[in-house]
C-alpha cells in the first residue's frame, strides 16, 4: 500500500486518501481560448515516471496536497501543499 | 500450412506430435512496409489480419516490444459483450458480436467463444430503469436484451443465495443472453497464426522507441532492431500510448492506470455465465471452462505504469463479490494480476487518422479492450486503408473531445479514474 | 496399500478418529491429512485435472501437487485442500475429488487410456484450440458443456459460509517470512534489539526442514524447542504459524492468512513492516521420468519428514533416486527405522566415498550413473524400471526394481516468489541449479533456503548477519546466536539431470498433467517465450502455482531452444504465493457490512412507522409508509394527494449541507454557480446549478445567505461528497487568493420537508415564537428560530410545488422536532410521505433529480440556459461553448402525458414516432422518470426529445421493447402542476 505522508497528519495509508489528478495542469484564464480550456481539461502528459499530482486526504485533515510519485514504481519522493514546488524539478522519462 | 481439425490431431498425435508446424514464422524485419502496426496485442494482431484480409495490404508488420499476446490481451477477464446504450457505441460492438460469433471458423483456431449471457444486476428500482433504457434502446439497435426480476436473476444464477444480510438487496437484472466469453490467449494467437498466413511479419521482442518523420509526416520507427519505414504507422500500444506518443509531441486524452483481475482455484461449474455487480462497490465475474472463478471490478484509481495492484481495491472487489455470492468465502484466490489501461476523459475508445499525417491511433479502451478485439482490429484496418473511419467508429475520434460529442456510458465526465 | 504408521515421531499418543469417503478412520493429534491416510494404507486420494490419473501424496508440505481433497461437507465445505497442510481434527470429514464414481476407479480415465495408446497424446498442449470448431454452434451447445463438467476440482459450497473471519492490521519492525533455522535465528537475533518482531510460517509446526530429521537427533530438536521457547517468551516477538505470508505490496505492507480455525476462521494480516527477512526455505524438485505422477513416486525430503516427524512409513519397500546428497538421508533413516530400502539410483557418476560408503555399510545397493525410465504399477508404484544413463541417453537394458515407494530428488529450488514480489525478477544461478534473488527489493533480505543457502550453519549465519543489519538500519542492536551442536551439510554435489532421456508419460506439472512431451511440442509449435509456453501447457497454472515444476520446465525449454537456462529466464510471480481463501480477504466486511449504512436522525422513528425502505447511495430511505395491506403505488399516490391537500412532512436529512465562510464567499459561490450569489440578500434563499469543467451538470441545491459572509448550501444526496471536494479543490489549487473556508455540516443538521396547504398553520402551532407570515417568511425566505433550546432553521422553499417549509435542527434534537410537529400536526391530519410520494410530487412540477441530471445533460438540455448569468464567468463556462454541446439535435426535456392516462408510462422507454418501433428505427428520445399524478389523475413522465420544445401536443410511443410494451403519449410542457408557482408562494 502506498503510504503518504500529510504535512499535517503524519504518514497514513493511501486509502485515507483520494487521488486527484496531474498537478502540471494550470487553470487557464477565464477568458483563454478554448483550445487553451481544451487542453487544459483534456490533455495529459500521463507520464511513465516522477509524476506530479493532486491527492486529497479525504478521510483526515481533508488538505489538498501537492505529491511527486513515480507511476513505475510508486516511490514518493516528495510531498507538499499545493502552491509548494518540488525541490528538484520532475524528469519525465517517457 | 495445414488446418486445424480433429483429424489432423489425431495425424499428429500418430506422429508422437513431434511434426506440428510453427503457429507463425519468426521473421526478420525488413526495411520498409506499407503499414507497421505497433504492438502485437489482440488489437494490432486483429488489425493486421483484417488488413491482408478485407484490404488486400500484406505487406504489414506488427512490431511487439515482447511476446505477441503479451498485453491486456493476456491478462483480462475475457468477457465478450454488447450491452452499450448510446448510439456512438452500439452499432460498433455489435457489429465486434458478429465477428466473435464466427472467429473461430473465420481464423480455423477455436477463441472458445461461448455466449453464456452477460447479466447486470440491479439494486434498486432507479438501477433497473437505467438498465431498462439501456436494454430499450439495445433492442431497438438489434441487440439482444431481457429485463430480469429479482426471481429471474435467482433462478439464472443460483449462486446468488442471498443471505437474509443483504446489504443491497438484488432488485432485477438486465442480461444480454448472446454476450459471454472467450479464451483470451486463443484470441491473440488466433489473429496471429491467420495474419501470419496471409503474409504479415510478426515481429517480437521488437521495441518501437521512436518515430522516423519527414517534415511531420510520420515515415516509419526508430526499433532497438533498426529503422524501420512505412507508408502508415497505425499505434494499438494499450497502456504505453502516451509514452509513445509524446515523443511526436502529441498530450493524448489518456491517463494510465492499472486495474487487477483475479482467479481463484478451479472448481466445478458454479456460475453460468458473467455476472456484474455494482451495489457497493463494483464487481464482475464468471468461470473460466477450467473452473477458475475470473473476477475483477475497479481500477487502484491512480495513475499507474505498474503492472501490480495494491491490496484497497483487492480487498474492496473481494468484498463486493462476497455481498452478492456468500458462499464464496471458502473459495481460494490462485492468482491476482494487474494491467495497464488506456484510460480516456469519456470512458470510450479513439480509432482515428492522425493527428500527424501517416499516423494512426488506436487507443483509449479503458477497460473493455478485450471484446472490442475483432471490431477494433476491422475498423482500424478500415480506416488505415481508407485514410479515414468507417461508420462504425466515425464517432471514436480524437476531436469529439474538442467539438464537445463525448460517448460518456457512464456520465462521469472527464475524469478517467471514474469510468 | 502400503503406507503404515511405523512409530509416534513427535506426534502424541492421543488417538483420533476422522472420516475419509465415509469411512471412518483413525489418526493421532498432529496428523495432517496426508499423514493420517498414508498412515492407514490409503495411497489412490483423487484424480488428476485432465487425464484423471490416480493422484496421491508426492510431498510433506506446501509444495504438494497430487493430495488435494474436501474438508467438511455442505456450507462448511473446503474444496482443493492440500492434505499436508490440513492437520486432522476429531471428526472431520475429507473426500476425494474430481472423480467419479471414486478415487480407485474413475471413468473419466477415459482421457489417459486413449492419449496412451498412441505414439502422442491427441489431448496434448493446446489441442482445444485446433478442433471442436465445426459446426460453430456445437461449440457451445455440446463440447464446451461437456469439458466444463469434466474440469475443475472440487465443488464450491452453494450455502452462504456460516464462518466469520477477521481482519488484523499491525505494524512492525522486522517482519520475518518462514520458521525454519535461517527464520527462527533471525527472529532470536532481533528479538533482543528489544524491536517489535513478527514471524510467519505456513505450517503447524514452526521449524521447517529441522522437523525432517529424527525426533531422535537431539542436537537439532532441542536448539529447535529452545529457540521457539525464547521467542514464546520474548514481549516484543508475535509467532503466527500456520500462517501463509502470501504477498507483497507497496510500502512494505505484507499479506497473510492465518489459520485460526475456532471462533475466527482466518485471520487476513496486513503487516506494515519496517524491514522484512525472507526465509522461506527451498522445496525439493522432482525428478522427470515416465510415470512420475503415480502414486508412491514422492519427494525424499517429505518421505523423510513423514517418517520421522509423523512416524509414518509411506511404504514398505523404499527406493530413492536422485542426482544429488541430500535424498540419501531419506535412505539412511528409513533403514534405521528397520525398513526395507531396495536401492539408491543416483544419476551421478560418482557419488561421494563417504554416500558409497555409509551405503554399503547398511547394505543398501547403489546404482550409480543410472536411472529410473519408468515407475509401473495400476495404482501405485510396485516397481521401477531403472537403466545405465549414458552420455547421449539411456543405454543398455533396463531392470525392474521391486519398491512400493520411490522418493526422489532433483535438488532444491529456493522459494523465490516473496523477494520477487515488487522487487526484480529472480536469476539463474548455475551452481544452485535453480533462481535466485539477486538484487533485493529495499528493506528486504533474502536468507538461508530461500537464497541458496542450504547448509544449517551457514544459513543461521545468514539469517543473523540480516537481523542485525535489520536491527542497526532501526539504530538498535541484533544479538547473537548460539547454533545447534550439529550442522546439517549444506553440500548437494548435485549434477543437473532436468529429464530422464527415456519414453513415456514424463509429468513436468504433475497438478495440471504437463508432461515434458507437451514442452517440446509448445517449442516445435514456435510458443518460444517462457509466457507463451506456461499459457499454451498451462504450466504453473494449478493451485500450486507450478512450485515444483517450473525450474524443470524452464530447463527443458531452453533445451529445447538451444540456449541457456538463464536467457530462456522465468515467468512473473504474482500473488498469492499459495492459494488464500477470499473470505479472510473480505473479514467482516461482508453481508450487511460490506458499506456501512448511513442513517438519519429520524431513521428509528421510520423504522417504528412500519416505513419501506429504499437504498439510496450509502442511505436507505423512507420509500412510503403503507397503510394495511396498501401497495407501493396507493401508498405514494395517498401521501402524494395528501400533500397537494392538506400537509405532510418528508425527512430530507441526507441532502449534503456545507457551510461556506469568509470575505470571499459570495465571489466564490460566483464562479461555482452558473447563477449570481452575491447578490442574494442575507436570510434569502436561492437555486443553484454548477457544471463540471467540461460544462456539463455537476450538481443542484439551494443555497441561502445567512450572514455577509456565510452561505448554507445543500447539495443533492448523491453529489455531497464530490461537492464538497471539488469546492475544497477549488480552494486550495485554483483560487487560493480567496478568503474562504467550506465544511461539511450534513451530519450536523436533520432536515424535514413540511409541504402542503396547511404547511404554515402547522409550524405556526408548532413555532409560536416565529412569525411565518407571507410578508416576515416569504417563498425563497430563512429565518432562524429556537425550539426547547435546540436551534431551528427553516428555508421556505418547494420541491414538491406546494407552499412548503425545509426545517433545520441539529441533529441529535431531530426526532424530537420532528416528533413534536407531527404532534401539533394531528389538527391538521398530517402524515409522513416518502421517497416515492416526492417523486411524484417533483414530476407533476417538473422538477430534474438523477434521473435527469445523469453526467450527460446540459443547461439547455434541461431547459435551464437562461439560469446562466452572462455578467461573470462560472466553472464549466468556457467548454459550454462547444459545437456539441450547442448542437440543436441535443434532445431536451419535456413532460409526457399518457394518451390513456390509465396506462403507465415505462421508466427506460424510449420515444419513438410509430406504434410498433422496430430494429433500426429512429430514437428519437426516452423517458427518465414516470410517475401516477394524483393531481391530473394520469400518468405523467419527464423524458428527453430531439426539438422536444417544439413539439408540445405532438403523440409518440413510449416503446419498451424488452416488455413488449408501447404507450402512446402526448408531449407537453414538463410543468404539469401549478406552472405558474401560485401555490408555493400563496
Known amino acids: 500500500m502506498l503510504r503518504i505522508k500529510c504535512p499535517y497528519c503524519g504518514t497514513r495509508e493511501h486509502t485515507e486518501f483520494t487521488y486527484g489528478e496531474d498537478a502540471k495542469r494550470i487553470l487557464p484564464d477565464t477568458d483563454a481560448s478554448l483550445d487553451v480550456w481544451n487542453t487544459y481539461v483534456f490533455a495529459r502528459h500521463n507520464v511513465a515516471g516522477e509524476h506530479l499530482e493532486y491527492w486529497q486526504h479525504t478521510l483526515g485533515c481533508r488538505a489538498w496536497l501537492k505529491v511527486q510519485r513515480n507511476t513505475l514504481t510508486h516511490t514518493i519522493s516528495w510531498i507538499g501543499l499545493p502552491q509548494d514546488t518540488p525541490p528538484q524539478p520532475e524528469e519525465e522519462c517517457s | 500450412m495445414g488446418r486445424y481439425n480433429a483429424l489432423n490431431i489425431v495425424w499428429q498425435a500418430l506422429q508422437g506430435n513431434q511434426n506440428w508446424q510453427r503457429v507463425w514464422r519468426d521473421p526478420q524485419p525488413k526495411a520498409h512496409y506499407d503499414v507497421i502496426i505497433i504492438g502485437g496485442g489482440g488489437h494490432g494482431l486483429a488489425t493486421a489480419y483484417y488488413l491482408a484480409k478485407l484490404h488486400g495490404i500484406t505487406r504489414v508488420a506488427v512490431l511487439e516490444k515482447g511476446w505477441l499476446g503479451g498485453g491486456n490481451v493476456g491478462r483480462n477477464t475475457t468477457i465478450v459483450r454488447s450491452n452499450y446504450m448510446l448510439d456512438g457505441n452500439a452499432p460498433f460492438y455489435e457489429h465486434g458480436m458478429n465477428l466473435w460469433r464466427s472467429m473461430a471458423q473465420d481464423l480455423n483456431y477455436n477463441v472458445m467463444f461461448s455466449p453464456r449471457g452477460v447479466l447486470n444486476l440491479a439494486h434498486n428500482k432507479a438501477q433497473y430503469d437505467e438498465y431498462a433504457r439501456r436494454g430499450n434502446a439495445m433492442r431497438l439497435n438489434g441487440i439482444d436484451a431481457e429485463i430480469l426480476s429479482r426471481d429471474e436473476v435467482l433462478q439464472r444464477e443460483p449462486i446468488l443465495v442471498t443471505s437474509a444480510a443483504e446489504r443491497f438487496p438484488i432488485f432485477g437484472g438486465l442480461l444480454q443472453p448472446q454476450a459471454g466469453n472467450a479464451r483470451h490467449d486463443a484470441v491473440a494467437w488466433g489473429y496471429a497464426r491467420a495474419a501470419d498466413r496471409l503474409g504479415v511479419d510478426l515481429i517480437q521482442n521488437c521495441e518501437v522507441v521512436d518515430f522516423i518523420q519527414q517534415g511531420e509526416k510520420v515515415v516509419g520507427v526508430t526499433t532497438n532492431r533498426g529503422d524501420i519505414y512505412a507508408d502508415k504507422v497505425g499505434m494499438a500500444v494499450a497502456g504505453n500510448t502516451s509514452r509513445l506518443t509524446s515523443k511526436l509531441g502529441l498530450h493524448l486524452p489518456i491517463e494510465s492506470h492499472v486495474l487487477q483481475a483475479f482467479v481463484t482455484e478451479p472448481y466445478k461449474p458454479v456460475i453460468n455465465g458473467v455476472v456484474t455487480y455494482g451495489g457497493g462497490g463494483h464487481f464482475y465475474i464468471s468461470q473460466s471452462n477450467k473452473g477458475g472463478l475470473v473476477f475483477g471490478g475497479d481500477i487502484d484509481g491512480y495513475n499507474s505504469y505498474a503492472q501490480r495492484g495494491n491490496l484497497p481495491v483487492f480487498e474492496d472487489v473481494i468484498t463486493a463479490g462476497l455481498s452478492i455470492m456468500p458462499s464464496l468465502s471458502r473459495v481460494k484466490l490462485l492468482r491476482n494480476w494487474g494491467g495497464i489501461m488506456d484510460m480516456s476523459m469519456d470512458g470510450s475508445p479513439i480509432i482515428d487518422t492522425g493527428p500527424i499525417d501517416g499516423l494512426y491511433l488506436n487507443t483509449g479502451w479503458c477497460y473493455g479492450g478485450f471484446k472490442a478485439t475483432p471490431a477494433s482490429g476491422w475498423c482500424f484496418a478500415y480506416t488505415i486503408a481508407n485514410n479515414q473511419a468507417h461508420a462504425l467508429n466515425k464517432a471514436f475520434t480524437l476531436d469529439r473531445f474538442a467539438k464537445g460529442y463525448a460517448i460518456d456510458e457512464k456520465g462521469a465526465g472527464p475524469y478517467p479514474k471514474a469510468h | 496399500m502400503s503406507g503404515f504408521r511405523h512409530h509416534r515421531g513427535r506426534l502424541a499418543e492421543d488417538e483420533i478418529g476422522f472420516s475419509y469417503n465415509g ?82 476407479f474413475d471413468l473419466l480415465a477415459i482421457n489417459n487410456l486413449v492419449g496412451s495408446i498412441l505414439p502422442g497424446s491427441p489431448f496434448a498442449a493446446g489441442f482445444y484450440y485446433k478442433t471442436f470448431m465445426w459446426p460453430a454452434r456445437l461449440w457451445y451447445q455440446f463440447y464446451e458443456p461437456s469439458i466444463r463438467r469434466a474440469a475443475g476440482m472440487g465443488k464450491v459450497p452453494t450455502q452462504a459460509d456460516g464462518d466469520v473471519y477477521d481482519r488484523v492490521n499491525s505494524f512492525c519492525d522486522l517482519a520475518i517470512v518462514g520458521g525454519g533455522a535461517a527464520g527462527l535465528s533471525a527472529a532470536l537475533s532481533a528479538s533482543q534489539s528489544g524491536l517489535r518482531v513478527v514471524l ?42 500456520n500462517t501463509i505470508c502470501w504477498g507483497r505490496f507497496d510500502g512494505n505492507t505484507l499479506a497473510a492468512h492465518e489459520m485460526v480455525d475456532s471462533k475466527v ?63 540419501y538421508q531419506t535412505a539412511f533413516d528409513y533403514h534405521e527405522q528397520g525398513i526395507q530400502v531396495s536401492a539408491v539410483i543416483d544419476s551421478r557418476q560418482q557419488p561421494s566415498e563417504q554416500l558409497l560408503t555409509a551405503c554399503a555399510e547398511r547394505g543398501i545397493p547403489v546404482h550409480r550413473q543410472s536411472v529410473v525410465i519408468k515407475a509401473k504399477g495400476w495404482h501405485g508404484v510396485r516397481s521401477v524400471l531403472v537403466a545405465h544413463l549414458g552420455a547421449d541417453g539411456v543405454v543398455g537394458p533396463s531392470n525392474s526394481v521391486a519398491c512400493d515407494l520411490v522418493a526422489h530428488s532433483g535438488g532444491w529450488t529456493p522459494q523465490v516468489q516473496m523477494a520477487s514480489h515488487g522487487g526484480r525478477p529472480p536469476v539463474y544461478n548455475q551452481q544452485l541449479t535453480a533462481f535466485v534473488v539477486d538484487q533485493q527489493a529495499a528493506d528486504t533480505w533474502s536468507v538461508g533456503g530461500a537464497q541458496g543457502e542450504l547448509g544449517l550453519y551457514a544459513a543461521i549465519d545468514q539469517a543473523v548477519a540480516a537481523a542485525q543489519a535489520a536491527c542497526q538500519q532501526l539504530n538498535s542492536h541484533g544479538g547473537d546466536v548460539v547454533k545447534p551442536t550439529q550442522d546439517c551439510s549444506g553440500e548437494l554435489n548435485i549434477e543437473p539431470l532436468w529429464r530422464v532421456p527415456a519414453k513415456g508419460k514424463q509429468f513436468i506439472d504433475i497438478q495440471h498433467d504437463v508432461t515434458s512431451a507437451d514442452i517440446r511440442q509448445s517449442h516445435i509449435e514456435g510458443f518460444v517465450s517462457v509466457e507463451h509456453m506456461k499459457r499454451y501447457t498451462t504450466l504453473g497454472m494449478a493451485n500450486d502455482q507450478g512450485r515444483t515444476a517450473n525450474v524443470n520446465a524452464l530447463a527443458l525449454m531452453a533445451q529445447c531452444q538451444g540456449q541457456s537456462i538463464e536467457a530462456t529466464g522465468t515467468t512473473r510471480f504474482r500473488p498469492p504465493i499459495a492459494p488464500v481463501s477470499l473470505g479472510g480477504i473480505g473479514g467482516r466486511e461482508v453481508g450487511q457490512h460490506v458499506r456501512p449504512l448511513r442513517r438519519t436522525p429520524m431513521q428509528d422513528w421510520h423504522e417504528r412507522q412500519g416505513a419501506v425502505f429504499v437504498e439510496t447511495g450509502l442511505f436507505r430511505r423512507a420509500q412510503y409508509y403503507p397503510l394495511t395491506s396498501e401497495t407501493i403505488d396507493e401508498a405514494y399516490v395517498r401521501e402524494a394527494a395528501h400533500v397537494r391537500t392538506k400537509v405532510a412532512i418528508c425527512d430530507v436529512s441526507s441532502l449534503g449541507k456545507i457551510e461556506v465562510v469568509g470575505p470571499d464567499a459570495a465571489e466564490f459561490l460566483d464562479r461555482i454557480y452558473i447563477n449570481m450569489f452575491s447578490t442574494l440578500p442575507i436570510n434569502k434563499a436561492r437555486y443553484g446549478i454548477m457544471l463540471r469543467e467540461d460544462g456539463h451538470i455537476f450538481d443542484d441545491g439551494t443555497t441561502s445567505r445567512l450572514a455577509d459572509d456565510r452561505y448554507f448550501m445543500t447539495t443533492t444526496t448523491a453529489q455531497a461528497g464530490p461537492v464538497l471536494s471539488h469546492l475544497e479543490r477549488c480552494l486550495e489549487i485554483d483560487w487560493p487568493e480567496l478568503r474562504v473556508r467550506v465544511s461539511s455540516v450534513s451530519e450536523r443538521w436533520a432536515a424535514m420537508a413540511v409541504a402542503g396547504p396547511q404547511s404554515r398553520a402547522t409550524l405556526q402551532m408548532a413555532f409560536p415564537d416565529i412569525d411565518f407570515s407571507n410578508q416576515a417568511l416569504p417563498f425563497m425566505g430563512v429565518v432562524h428560530g429556537e425550539f426547547q433550546g435546540t436551534q431551528l432553521r427553516i428555508l421556505r422553499i418547494s420541491f414538491s410545488g406546494e407552499m412548503a417549509y425545509e426545517v433545520y435542527t441539529e441533529a441529535h434534537y431531530g426526532e424530537q422536532v420532528w416528533q413534536h410537529i407531527m404532534a401539533v400536526g394531528q389538527t391538521h391530519e398530517i402524515i409522513a410521505y416518502g421517497l416515492e410520494a416526492m417523486g411524484a410530487l417533483r414530476i407533476e412540477k417538473g422538477h430534474v433529480t438523477g434521473a435527469e441530471l445523469d453526467g450527460r445533460t446540459t443547461l439547455a438540455d434541461v431547459n435551464m440556459q437562461g439560469m446562466a448569468s452572462k455578467k461573470k464567468w462560472f466553472v464549466g463556462q468556457n467548454l459550454l461553448q462547444r459545437q456539441g454541446m450547442q448542437d440543436a439535435n441535443r434532445p431536451c426535456l419535456v413532460g409526457l402525458q399518457a394518451v390513456d392516462p390509465q396506462q403507465a408510462i415505462m421508466a427506460g422507454s424510449i420515444l419513438v414516432t410509430a406504434a410498433n418501433a422496430t430494429v433500426g428505427c429512429d430514437k428519437q428520445g426516452w423517458v427518465s422518470s414516470m410517475t401516477y399524478s394524483p393531481a391530473l389523475n394520469s400518468y405523467i413522465a419527464l423524458g428527453f426529445l430531439r426539438d422536444g420544445h417544439q413539439r408540445y401536443g405532438e403523440k409518440l410511443y413510449a416503446s419498451y421493447p424488452l416488455q413488449g410494451i408501447n404507450v402512446a403519449v402526448e408531449v407537453v410542457s414538463q410543468h404539469f402542476y401549478d406552472p405558474d408557482n401560485k401555490r408555493v408562494k400563496g
Request: include cysteine.
Open chain 3, 200 to 241: 510467519m510460517d505456513e505450517h503447524a509446526s514452526l521449524g521447517g526442514q529441522l522437523l525432517n530429521a529424527p525426533a531422535q537427533q537431539t542436537a537439532l530438536d532441542q536448539w529447535r524447542l529452545d529457540t521457539i521457547a525464547a521467542l514464546s517468551a520474548a514481549d516484543n516477538v508475535i509467532l503466527l504459524p
Open chain 3, 23 to 104: 469411512r471412518i478412520l483413525p489418526a493421532r493429534v498432529g496428523d495432517t491429512v496426508a499423514s493420517a491416510l498414508l498412515a492407514n494404507g490409503i495411497e489412490v486420494i483423487g484424480r488428476s485435472f485432465k487425464y484423471h490419473r490416480p493422484r496421491g501424496v508426492t510431498s510433506c508440505g506446501a509444495e504438494e501437487t497430487g493430495a488435494l481433497v474436501t474438508i467438511g461437507s455442505g456450507a462448511a465445505a473446503e474444496p482443493n485442500v492440500r492434505a499436508t497442510m490440513q492437520l486432522v481434527t476429531a471428526g472431520m470429514q475429507v473426500s476425494s475429488q474430481n472423480c467419479w464414481p471414486s478415487a480407485q
Open chain 3, 265 to 327: 476462521r482466518h485471520n487476513y494480516h496486513k503487516i506494515h513492516a519496517k524491514k522484512i527477512i525472507i526465509a522461506s526455505g527451498a522445496i525439493e524438485r522432482p525428478l522427470v521420468f515416465a510415470n512420475n505422477d503415480k502414486p508412491g513416486v514422492m519427494l525424499a525430503s517429505g518421505v523423510r519428514k513423514l517418517l520421522n516427524h509423523y512416524g509414518v512409513a509411506a511404504g514398505k519397500k523404499l527406493l530413492v533416486f536422485t542426482n544429488n546428497d541430500s535424498a
